[in-house]
T-cell receptor
Framework: DVKVTQSSRYLVKRTGEKVFLECVQDMDHENMFWYRQDPGLGLRLIYFSYDVKMKEKGDIPEGYSVSREKKERFSLILESASTNQTSMYLC???????????FGPGTRLTVL | AQKITQTQPGMFVQEKEAVTLDCTYDTSDQSYGLFWYKQPSSGEMIFLIYQGSYDEQNATEGRYSLNFQKARKSANLVISASQLGDSAMYFCAMREFGSSNTGKLIFGQGTTLQVKP
């Protein structure tokens, strides 16, 4: 079974802090994605990556950056956290662009 | 622009009955895929079922089936014989496969389903 893990289930940070959210998949998938989920808005894509060291902006990249130094790991970085970044963050991976995406358990981030 | 609409914020169904969750989509692409995911209270998104735009038959996976009506641009999820464990949020999503095939999914707002004993 594909396993996608995220470093934290719950995280509380202060405004202005730099925040790292880590995602690891164990099935040698090419593609990895970061979404945020907010009530009434569904999931919105922040960034995605097709391969190591490659990244593409999604629909809401402002305030975020990403890093993919190894194929199995995709990190989401909030350079200076703000209260409007309080949300549930979900990481996903897929074997290719055409396959279904497998999701991690999510990180619920609160920025105070 | 591509869009997914789920008009039912919340639904109730009696245990053992069938329920239909609505999903309509908008795309100008001829080639696309439609997905349904389940999100229990634990938070993890679970893939349920997939329908390709060129698939002639409606997709089925166990108790899940997808009522695909291409002309109406709808892709409703039907859950038969509901179980208490089906209580969750359900998301419809779409991927376009044309020249803009980025692999990304567009999600609807979600429908919360509660199964009553």
């Amino acid at each position: 079974d594909v396993k996608v893990t995220q470093s934290s289930r719950y995280l509380v940070k202060r405004t202005g802090e730099k925040v790292f959210l880590e995602c690891v998949q164990d099935m040698d998938h090419e593609n990895m994605f970061w979404y945020r989920q907010d009530p009434g808005l569904g999931l919105r894509l922040i960034y995605f990556s097709y391969d190591v060291k490659m990244k593409e902006k999604g629909d809401i990249p402002e305030g975020y950056s990403v890093s993919r130094e190894k194929k199995e790991r995709f990190s989401l970085i909030l350079e200076s956290a703000s209260t409007n970044q309080t949300s549930m963050y979900l990481c996903a991976s897929s074997l290719t662009r055409d396959n279904e995406q497998f999701f991690g358990p999510g990180t619920r981030l609160t920025v105070l | 622009a591509q869009k997914i609409t789920q008009t039912q914020p919340g639904m109730f169904v009696q245990e053992k009955e069938a329920v239909t969750l609505d999903c309509t989509y908008d795309t100008s692409d001829q080639s696309y895929g439609l997905f349904w995911y389940k999100q229990p209270s634990s938070g993890e998104m679970i893939f349920l079922i997939y329908q390709g735009s060129y698939d002639e038959q409606n997709a089925t996976e166990g108790r899940y089936s997808l009522n695909f009506q291409k002309a109406r641009k709808s892709a409703n999820l039907v859950i038969s014989a509901s179980q208490l464990g089906d209580s969750a949020m359900y998301f419809c999503a779409m991927r376009e496969f044309g020249s803009s095939n980025t692999g990304k999914l567009i999600f609807g707002q979600g429908t919360t389903l509660q199964v009553k004993p």
